[in-house]
């Protein structure tokens, strides 16, 4: 096996923690490689993976986040190099899009609907289904958290005008990164960590083949581990063999599911070590 990173060219943060990473690769003898996503998105596949060689192995890609089509047609240029994707592009698909994991954690996750295409008063008219306000918005694949109160964020007393006027935001705020469609959420308050400012007590949670192996909480706070026992069963659940599972605890007490990732393009959370990952998935070696 072989991991391979995908970032910008130019460094920026996320680097640091993929170079974090590639330093646990290198304590634990695991060849990686990086190529620059500016040619993945822009189709120059020949030009990522040429300094590569052969690659006759199993690869894990790492890095920022694809679409379903960059991600399908990085597959199919490892195929011609020899290799093959360990997530290949139907894993990707079940975990990386809402519409294709929700069904699995309905159950536990708050109320959800969809729309393709970015009508937000379709989205409005559907949204209806789950109550009134407050929402949570965001495309198929992302938040825009970062602008939560303009963006991410539907306050109780919306009426149809200021949700599209969100939904407005949030499709300018994802730009041409924007995924499919607008995802509105029934907000559930989430428990706030005790000291911490303004942080709510998440986690992420990893499971390789279908084994949890690895947890930590999603902001860099003190707080204790979830029950984990309840969420090890949904390692089968998603049809991908490297995913993350994000779950919260609520204000009353419940913990919920808030979202499904691919393992390849979820960040790992500030105090997981990347090596207890990394040796997880090499070894089969399981921590839950
Ligand atoms: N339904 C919800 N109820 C309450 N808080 C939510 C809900 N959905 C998301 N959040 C909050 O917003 C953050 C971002 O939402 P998330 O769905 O994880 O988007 P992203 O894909 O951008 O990470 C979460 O980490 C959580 O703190
Ligand atoms: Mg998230």
């Known amino acids: 096996m072989r991991i391979l990173f995908c970032r910008p060219d130019s460094p920026q943060d996320t680097d640091d923690r993929l170079a974090l990473e590639a330093d646990a690769l290198d304590e634990l003898g695991v060849r990686h490689d990086a ?4 040619d993945v998105v822009d189709d ?22 694809l679409t379903a089509d960059e ?5 199919a240029a ?29 159950d536990r996750s708050p109320a959800t609907c969809w729309t393709l295409g970015t009508d937000a008063a379709e989205a409005w008219a559907l949204a209806q289904a789950l109550g009134p306000p407050p929402y949570v918005v965001k495309d ?11 963006a991410c964020f539907v306050p109780a007393d919306a009426d149809a005008a200021a949700f599209a006027a969100t939904c407005a935001a949030l499709v300018d705020a994802r730009g041409d990164r924007f995924e499919r469609g607008l995802v509105v959420r029934r907000y559930v308050p989430l428990a706030p960590v ?5 942080e709510r007590d998440e986690h992420r949670l990893f499971f390789w083949r279908g084994r949890l192996i690895a947890s930590a909480p999603y902001h860099d706070v003190d707080v204790a581990d979830p029950p984990l026992a309840p969420f090890a069963p949904l390692g089968r659940a ?6 993350a599972l994000d779950v919260a605890r609520t204000v009353d007490g419940r913990w919920i599911v808030l979202e499904i990732g691919d393992g390849g393009v979820s960040t790992l959370p500030p105090t997981m070590d990347p090596r207890a990952l990394y040796r997880a998935i090499v070894a089969g070696e399981v921590r839950a």
């Open 35 to 38: 190529i620059a996503i500016e």
């Open 44 to 65: 120059d596949l020949d030009r990522a993976l040429a300094p590569l060689g052969d690659l006759d192995d199993d690869v894990l890609y790492r890095g920022w986040m």
């Open 71 to 75: 991600y399908a047609r990085l597959d």
């Open 78 to 106: 490892i195929a011609d190099r020899g290799g093959a994707l360990i997530v290949d592009p139907d894993a990707y698909e079940a975990a990386h899009y809402l519409p294709s994991w929700f069904a699995a954690v309905a």
């Open 140 to 150: 198929h694949v992302k938040s825009a958290k970062e602008r939560w109160a303009e």
């Open 194 to 198: 005790d000291g911490a400012a303004g």
């Open 238 to 243: 998603v049809a991908s063999p490297f995913f």
